[in-house]
Every structure is written in C-alpha cells, then in structure tokens.
C-alpha cells in the first residue's frame, strides 16, 4: 500500500511523532515496525521526519485520528516489549558485555504540523505519492 507523503503548504492536524535514540539496526526495525502497522491500520502517511546518529523521529498522521495513534503506540509498545529483548539476546549471543537501553518517546495530538515558525517563507511545494516510511 502506498502512502501518501506529507505536502509543503499543507496543515495537518493531529499529527502523532514517535521519538527515538537508537543505532543503527534498532531504527530500522522502527521504520519497518511503522511501515507494517500503518499498511495494516491503512494510515495515509507514516514517514521519518528527521534523523541524525543515533537518534531522530518518525510523524504518523491520517485524517483518522486513532489510525496514526493505533500506529504510534503499538510501535512504540512492540520496540519495547519485542524487538528490544529479541536485539539484547542477538547482541548477549555475540559476547558484547554491557545493558542495551532505547529511550523513546511519543508526542500525539500536536495540533497543527507544520507550525507557523517552520512554514515563515515557504511557498509550498509538489506533494506526491511515495512509501513509507523511509530511512535517511
């Protein structure tokens, strides 16, 4: 299933972010446990909105509130219930010594995105159709 992408000159209201500090294999377990659950909550856009190192966030957002809130919380709940357990046996299996921590976040009901002092001067741009998420 497609998605469509966040437009430039567009508001959105009731946008969800889900935040995290992760490395590398741990976000792309995020962007592919966002991908699957909007395709399966057919919520119309779920893609990174940042990231940089080891940390960065992901907007969730479909005219349906509880579809792009359906995705942010089970994500967050299953990176932190499965996948977080799963990586710390892969990494205990390897002979690092050490804890593996992920600190995560979930900022929902934003009101409108983008807000006003991110948009001053923009003119809009082409919005099209794309998957998502996307890793940068």
Not at 30 to 48: G, Y
Not at 77 to 100: H, V
């Amino acid at each position: 299933m497609s998605s469509d992408m966040f437009c430039a000159g567009r508001t959105y209201d009731n946008v969800y972010f889900l935040f995290a500090d992760a490395f590398d294999l741990l976000r792309d377990r995020l962007i592919a446990r966002v991908r699957t659950l909007a395709v399966e909550r057919r919520c119309a856009r779920a893609t990174v909105w940042g990231w940089r190192g080891d940390g960065g966030f992901l907007a969730i957002h479909d005219d349906n509130e509880s579809a792009a809130r359906d995705v942010a919380l089970e994500a967050g709940q299953s990176m932190l219930t499965l996948e977080l357990p799963n990586l710390r046996e892969e990494l205990g299996q390897t002979g690092l010594k050490g804890d593996l921590h992920i600190r995560m976040g979930r900022l929902g009901r934003y009101g409108r995105w983008p807000p006003y002092w991110l948009t001053r001067g923009t003119r809009g741009g082409r919005c099209g159709t794309g998957s998502a998420p996307t890793s940068t």
